[in-house]
């Protein structure tokens, strides 16, 4: 985080108030993955935690979401965060603000390692800032987590369906 953001103690990165889930080895290219992870008006097709996304996915742009409430299933939550960080077949990030109603503020980190021409790993975290992170990390950790580790699993199934022609991705990069 830049600026002032860096010395207020309420955005204070802290080791262990991180939520990460398994990585995710994917027989698909990055390529692959990051126009899945773009495509968000498809997430209800594949993400069984973030069911609807919208958002420019500029710098700064909010990304509104409905997400499935883990600890009351079927119990939907909508959720608006910003972008922070657009770095193709590489990384997609949002971030959560520090509100005076909301004081949790978070970074959540999607990550796409290519390993080859033909497949990547995947992986994502979030981090809840601060002093009052340790909050949500106690209320919420296991089942962040679980949400985290059902979508990393239903992307390298959709991404590995689409690389091998199993399933169509109106917007995948077209071979050369």
């Known amino acids: 985080m830049a600026g002032a953001k860096q010395d207020d103690p309420r ?3 802290i080791e262990n108030q991180v939520v990460r889930s398994d990585i995710f080895e994917i027989n ?3 390529s692959v993955v990051w126009s899945i992870l773009t495509d968000l008006k498809r997430y209800n097709e594949w993400n069984p935690f973030c069911i609807r996304a919208e958002s420019t996915l500029e710098i700064g742009a909010p990304i509104f979401m409905t997400l499935m409430y883990y600890p009351h299933p079927g119990t939907l939550a909508p959720n608006c965060e910003y972008i922070s960080a657009f770095e193709p077949e590489r990384k997609l990030s949002w971030d959560a603000p520090w509100l005076d109603e909301w004081p949790y503020p978070a970074i959540r980190d999607q990550i796409i390692e290519p390993t ?3 497949s990547c790993r995947y992986w ?3 981090a809840f800032l601060g002093e009052n992170g340790l909050h949500v990390m106690n209320f919420c950790a296991a089942w962040v987590k679980r949400a985290f580790d ?3 699993r239903s992307l390298k199934a959709r991404a590995e369906a689409m690389h091998n022609g199993t399933i169509r991705g109106d917007n995948l990069p ?3």
């Open 116 to 118: 080859s021409d033909t």
């Open 28 to 30: 698909a290219p990055a």
């Open 174 to 176: 077209r071979p050369a």
């Open 11 to 13: 955005f204070m990165f």
């Open 124 to 126: 994502s975290t979030d």
């Open 150 to 152: 059902d979508s990393g």
